[in-house]
């Protein structure tokens, strides 16, 4: 665990909301100190944390990878940020990207040919973790001249089927 003053001031504020608790319980201040501090750690990691993650959309980021990238498709979100942010494929050719990549998983659509373009790949990138979340990740590379001119990450809402 890595103390952060982030933690500590979310674990200070459930000591004093447990402090104030405990006062409804018990007037001494040694039993209000025991009980905030016995049930501190409980509560900060049992509920008050579970609860920010649920609905906080905060995910861990990591280094690009190709073999994790191909290995794990539905942590791919967590290397798109630096992807885009570096432009490490800009400039890379058709040839390279299948290398890094694997080959692409969908043609996006060419509104000037009225088709799907092979200038156009798309990734899937899985799902951001988080409550209520039903977007789908996905990262387009746009090519001229066999080259990649653009990415573009996007979301496409995904719709599960009741059965």
């Known amino acids: ?16 909301l447990l402090w104030i608790f405990a006062g409804t319980i018990d007037k001494r201040k040694w039993v209000r100190f025991l009980i905030s501090l016995v049930l501190t750690p409980i509560f900060y990691f049992y509920v008050f944390y579970p609860f920010i993650n649920i609905f906080s959309s905060y995910h861990h980021q990591k280094y690009f990878n190709s073999d994790a990238w191909k290995e794990k498709p539905a942590l791919r979100y967590e290397m798109s940020d630096e992807m885009i942010r570096d432009s490490l494929f800009i400039g890379k050719t058709k040839k390279d990207l299948e290398d890094k990549l694997g080959k692409s998983e969908w043609y996006g659509w060419d509104d000037s040919i009225k088709a799907n373009s092979p200038e156009k790949w798309n990734y899937n990138l899985g799902f951001k973790p988080g409550a209520f979340n039903n977007m789908q990740e996905c990262l387009e590379f746009n090519f ?12 496409l809402e995904k719709t599960f089927d009741e059965k």
């Not at 665990?1 to 004093?16: E, K, S």
């Not at 001249?145 to 653009?150: G, I, K, L, M, W």
Request: glycine content about 0%.
């Open 1 to 16: 665990m890595i103390v952060t003053p982030a933690f500590i001031i979310l674990l200070c504020v459930v000591f004093i």
């Open 144 to 155: 001229k001249q066999d080259t990649v001119n653009s990415i573009t990450q996007y979301q």
